[in-house]
């Protein structure tokens, strides 16, 4: 959840839902959790992006040794990740328009309206 992705906004509403119902205990609970996760992904995450190729082959030590990796993939699977990563990054930028009107829309559907 960090600014501008859709998690952020998410928790930012939960936050404020729970301060607005006076449940302060909650919000605590809310940033404990955040920060656990944070403190839990980094390592994922530095390994991910930041770490060379031989480092990033140490860590992966549960694939076989000739497996393909992450960055050899072929159009065909990059095109769909590249895809909802816009999408995510869309929706946290724009957090209430695009949500409001694919719920409207889900509503319209489902219900016949």
Do not use: C, H
């Not at 955040?34 to 031989?54: C, K, Q, R």
């Not at 992966?60 to 960055?71: E, F």
């Not at 724009?94 to 409207?104: G, K, Q």
Request: proline share 7%.
């Amino acid at each position: 959840g960090i600014p501008p992705l859709n998690g952020f906004v998410g928790k930012v509403f939960l936050t404020v839902g729970v301060l607005d119902a006076g449940q302060f205990a909650y919000a605590v609970l809310l940033l404990i959790g955040s920060l656990m996760a944070g403190v839990y992904y980094l390592p994922i995450i530095i390994t991910a992006f930041f770490a060379t190729s031989e480092e990033a082959q140490q860590q992966l030590t549960l694939a076989p040794p000739n497996s393909r990796r992450g960055w050899e993939i072929g159009p065909s699977m990059l095109l769909p990740m590249v895809v909802l990563a816009g999408i995510i990054l869309l929706s946290g930028i724009v957090p209430d328009n695009l949500a409001l009107e694919l719920s409207r829309q889900a509503a319209n559907l489902l219900l016949g309206s």
